[in-house]
């Protein structure tokens, strides 16, 4: 990754997130014969209990997750790590929960535009809350914390219109204001696909 970003960590969270979830969805598939989401998050937290504070704090910091950390403490600046040390709450407190209430009884859509909306959804539901890393890092917690109001008022102007052309405005609205402070939820992103990936493991 590092050879064909010329030194940029563009996946490393995905991969992380990915790898330690299909190995404890595996796990727990073969050990309970079916996937069990309590066996599950408390796995996750037995297998990253202390990361934060073992990867973050090791003295000076060298990458954005430890300057974070550095900055703002573990709890705040403690991104996906302090996240799956937690037992992915974001996860499973907002992003499945929004998911589903849009895909409904629907759990294998086709077309792009079944899907268009309810991703858009999950997104805001994940940005709305998750304490992203990458924006943190990038402006501070002044902007991270006004990405999160952004973010829950286009949420509600999805939910209370059923206009897809005035939600669509607010979307991009906020997708022009990151756009034009240099803006990248990029821990939101992973943490969706995060979602949806145990989305599906859940339907199985």
């Not at 090791?58 to 799956?84: M, V």
């Not at 849009?102 to 304490?131: C, F, N, Q, W």
């Not at 002044?142 to 219109?161: S, V």
């Amino acid at each position: 990754m590092f050879r064909e970003t010329g030194g940029v960590n563009t996946q490393k969270g995905i991969i992380f997130l990915t790898g330690l979830t299909l190995f404890t969805a595996a796990g727990v598939i073969r050990d309970c014969n079916r996937f069990d989401t309590a066996e599950f998050i408390n796995r996750v937290k037995q297998y990253t209990a202390g990361i934060t504070e073992s990867e973050l704090k090791q003295g000076s910091p060298h990458t954005h997750g430890e300057s974070c950390a550095a900055e703002y403490g573990t709890r705040l600046g403690g991104g996906i790590r302090y996240e799956a040390q937690q037992g992915f709450p974001t996860v499973f407190e907002q992003g499945l929960p929004a998911l589903r209430s849009k895909l409904g009884t629907d759990v294998y859509p086709t077309r792009e535009k079944e899907l268009k909306e309810p991703l858009i959804y999950t997104l805001l539901a994940l940005m709305s809350v998750a304490d992203d890393a990458n924006i943190l890092y990038r402006k501070g917690p002044q902007q991270l914390q006004r990405i999160k109001q952004m973010a829950a008022q286009t949420m509600a102007a999805m939910d209370t219109t059923g206009d897809s052309r005035q939600w669509d405005r607010e979307y991009r609205a906020l997708m022009d204001y990151c756009l034009m402070e240099n803006i990248s939820p990029g821990g939101s992103s992973d943490l969706l696909a995060l979602t949806i990936l145990l989305y599906f493991i859940e339907a199985r």
